[in-house]
């Protein structure tokens, strides 16, 4: 079992910043693939941003590009969304997700573990 704690949400104005974090515990943090997804009120759930075990290969929804870092540090058993230049479409709750495998993946169906989700509202 894998268990994520998602942290770092909030509401910040259009054009801030936030990062969010996810803790893991449970399993060797470096076997695994992680991976951020977002779902805004009547919409589905959508991959964000993705990231492999060591972090040299990651993927990014064209929606955030060149605005959202994905990060993660295996010595502290946890993975970053930095956020950037916010917009109000970007308003959703956020969860991170977990893959047994360390290749990277950017589908839900690909990820096992799930956190709770962190609320993100971008006002305009």
């Known amino acids: 079992q894998v268990q994520l704690v998602e942290s770092g949400g909030g509401l910040v104005q259009a054009g801030g910043s936030l990062r969010l974090s996810c803790a893991a515990s449970?399993?060797?943090?470096?076997?695994?693939?992680m991976g951020w997804f977002r779902q805004a009120p009547g919409k589905e759930r959508d991959v964000v941003a993705a990231i492999n075990w060591i972090g040299t290969s990651t993927y990014y929804a064209d929606s955030v590009k060149g605005r959202f870092t994905i990060s993660r540090d295996n010595g502290k058993n946890t993975v970053y969304l930095q956020m950037n230049s916010l917009k109000p479409e970007d308003t959703a709750v956020y969860y991170c997700?977990?893959?047994?495998?360390?290749?990277?993946?950017?589908?839900?169906?690909?990820?096992?573990?799930w956190g709770q989700g962190t609320q993100v509202t971008v006002s305009s």
């Open positions: 997700a977990a893959r047994i495998n360390s290749g990277l993946g950017f589908r839900g169906e690909e990820f096992q573990y």
């Open positions: 449970g399993r060797s943090f470096s076997t695994l693939a």
